[in-house]
């Protein structure tokens, strides 16, 4: 497999064999988002799918005291007329776009839209000390990249509504008890947990974990029956693939099993 490294002195994008990273890296500024990062991290996204190398993707911010407090607020203008800021290079939505399996590595503040970067993602792992929150009602508005449709999703109508009106901040042991976060781990173990467990999905196979990752999302917007029967059909589609075959042979024949996304 490929390793590679491309960036902007702001996102830091990495490839180590089947695994991506991408790194917001304005420590000193909260790994706030501009506009041009906005527009890179589409670009990097869709270089992701395109690339068959790449099975998994971790999400993630530098320096130790934030994951990302979202937009710069300080360069909003920078968006143009409202009309404008409604048709952005949303990176929210550039992360949601991203079909393989992503995972957040949370440290330090996840906040308006880090909160929503961190909800775009699929699996969230957050240090002990991480805090999270949805602020922005406190300066006039509301989350425009899925806080409103994910959090809900995640951890119900009224605690939902209580943290995004409110703005109030929850710590780590909150985020995990009400099911925002589906690992808690010590502030040094953040880096290696989030890698093992990006190792053991990377080790199964490709086709059938993006189908899983789809699939789930279907459920999220359709209803039971036609999700049932969709799953089927997308069983049935994973018997078309040779890495079906090579997972037979590698239980027949007791080993670890190679898969090649095919």
């Known amino acids: ?22 790194k917001l890296n304005r420590p000193l500024k909260l790994n706030t988002v501009t ?15 395109h690339n068959d190398d790449i099975r998994v993707v971790i999400l993630t911010g530098g320096g130790e005291k934030c994951f990302s407090a979202g ?12 009309w404008q800021l409604r048709n952005r290079s949303d990176y929210c939505r550039a992360i949601w776009s991203i079909r393989k399996p992503i995972i957040a590595a949370i440290r330090g503040y996840a906040i308006g839209g880090g909160l929503e970067l961190a909800l775009m993602s699929d699996i969230r792992v957050a240090s002990v000390t991480a805090k999270f929150g949805a602020g922005v ?6 989350g425009g990249a899925g806080n409103t449709q994910l959090l809900p999703r995640l951890v119900g109508y009224g605690k939902a509504l209580q943290l995004l009106l ?17 690992e808690l781990v010590p502030d040094d ?9 990006a190792d053991k999905i990377v080790r199964n196979a490709p086709i059938a974990a993006q189908l899983c990752k789809h699939m789930v999302r279907v459920a999220e917007s359709t209803s039971l029956e036609v999700g049932l029967q969709y799953e089927n059909d997308m069983f049935a589609y994973c018997f078309t693939t040779k890495d079906h075959l090579e997972g037979i042979a590698a239980f027949r024949e007791k080993r670890t099993p190679v898969f090649q996304g095919e």
């Open 166 to 182: 409110t703005g109030d901040l929850i710590d780590a042991q909150e985020a995990y008890r009400i099911g925002l976060v589906q």
């Open 137 to 142: 009602i406190k300066l006039g508005w509301h």
């Open 1 to 22: 497999m490929n390793s590679g490294r491309s960036e902007n002195q702001d996102v830091l994008w990495e490839q180590d064999g089947a695994i991506a990273t991408i």
């Open 71 to 82: 937009s710069d607020v300080k360069v909003l203008d920078d968006y143009g007329s409202n």
């Open 189 to 197: 173990q953040l880096d290696s947990v989030t890698r093992n467990l």
């Open 35 to 49: 506009p041009e990062m906005g527009r890179f991290l589409t670009e990097q996204c869709q270089r992701i799918n």
